[in-house]
């Protein structure tokens, strides 16, 4: 049903306008919590809960791909999956984007081992980005591929968040946001790849149906983590047990 | 049963003793097949055989490497463990062991696009291989390691392996022992890391002996690889319909 609009996705120039379509439509960021972001809106502790949930994002980013690459027969395709862990892990003296994304929470005052421990994550946060890991784990490559393409639409993103957080909030510094700037670069190398790998081998109308779900699904899995976020920090839907907590956590749990 | 032998396994000396005696016992250089292989003793299309059948096992060996990432949320666990992909699949300019491996089956006159195609390859080698592959993506992380610690023992074969092939095989030349004197200083690097992952993360007598049976399913792992090859190439049991014939593919299969 879902998918019916999209049409009968007859070629690759047809899926690749539904991707969009897609992104410009359900991309996260049109969510309101992003709107705030980005527009120096939200209070400290709230920017707080954002950095420490979308970390789990971010922790969970290579796992996903060593799934994706655990079940990939094709060495070349291998080869150009394996920058993706690289960029998020890093190995030898390149520190890696997750270490860039835990200075961004130290420099929000929040202490680096509390990040880690995901003590004060939201549960929904969980389950949104474990379906996601899931998701690359068990279907088809082609669709696992699918998945990564919400980075098509990442550069803008992050154009809008890098001046945003700058601008909007008197505690963002520059050195904070390095995460951001690095994945400026590194979003449309992995974007082009993906897209060009679905446009080829998404040759079948089913197939290029099954590709634009996947998306949709990737959407809403981003789209979710945001939900939770809003309704937890921002219209006050309450905060769930043992989730983070600017108010009380400030003294214990935050970094001075 | 089989592990009563190895005792209580009280602590991680007990355990270390126990991995080495499997060793010493299990470790497929003391298979008959490798035996004749590093003594000159197997004709060209046999040792083709062995390295057709062993190419199955090195293309599967990035995939199970990812397959450990892609369940490990421990990120300086990764960044380890990382660096085999790095070893097999090679990344910008390395070529990786693959890619070495293929040199070594096309020095053989083997068509690296008919080793690849994986045609050729013995069903028993899939099936072997494949279980090795379902069991670091199956059982628990510290299995997964443990399955890794075949390495441990892999410098002596390769020492055995080097000058037996080069002595033993006149079509066998110093380049295309590259893979195993990359070998030499990449296994024990991680055997090393491994063993004292699973001395330090199987503390209790019921880790320590799946750690210890970890191992002695890979052991059973490799040995049945050799099995097949054995059976089909050497003994006369009989080369499965489809499998690589060393005296009709000569011809058409094999490069110039």
């Given amino acids: 049903v879902t998918n019916?609009?999209?049409?009968?996705l007859a070629d690759a120039d047809q899926l690749e306008a539904a991707l969009r379509e897609i992104g410009a439509e359900r991309y996260h960021i049109h969510h309101p919590f992003h709107r705030l972001l980005h527009?120096?809106?939200l209070a400290k502790g709230q920017v707080q809960a954002w950095a420490l949930n979308r970390y789990y994002y971010q922790s969970r980013i290579p796992m996903k791909d060593a799934?994706?690459?655990s079940r990939c027969e094709d060495r070349a395709l291998r080869r150009e999956w394996l920058v993706r862990l690289l960029d998020h892990d890093g190995v030898g003296d390149q520190e890696g984007g997750i270490v860039r994304w835990l200075r961004l929470c130290q420099g929000l005052g929040l202490d680096p081992a509390y990040v880690q421990s995901e003590e004060g994550i939201l549960p929904a946060t969980k389950f949104a980005v474990d379906a996601y890991v899931r998701f690359v784990r068990e279907r088809t490559l082609l669709e696992a591929v699918a998945s990564s393409l919400t980075e098509l639409f990442a550069p803008k993103i992050h154009e809008e968040r890098i001046p945003g957080l700058l601008k909007g909030y008197s505690f963002v510094s520059e050195?904070?946001?390095a995460y951001f700037r690095r994945r400026l670069d590194q979003a449309p190398r992995d974007a082009g790849f993906a897209l060009a790998y679905v446009r080829e081998h998404a040759d079948t109308s089913e197939k290029r149906h099954a590709v634009a779900r996947?998306?949709?699904f990737k959407c809403d899995v981003l789209w979710a983590q945001l939900d939770a976020l809003h309704h937890a920090y921002v219209l006050g839907g309450g905060i769930p047990i043992g989730a983070f907590r600017p108010q009380?956590?400030?003294?214990?749990?935050?970094?001075?």
């Fill in 4 to 8: 019916a609009r999209y049409g009968a």
């Fill in 39 to 41: 527009t120096g809106q």
């Fill in 67 to 69: 799934a994706l690459l």
């Fill in 175 to 177: 050195e904070m946001v």
């Fill in 214 to 216: 996947a998306l949709i």
């Fill in 248 to 256: 009380d956590s400030g003294a214990g749990r935050v970094a001075a």
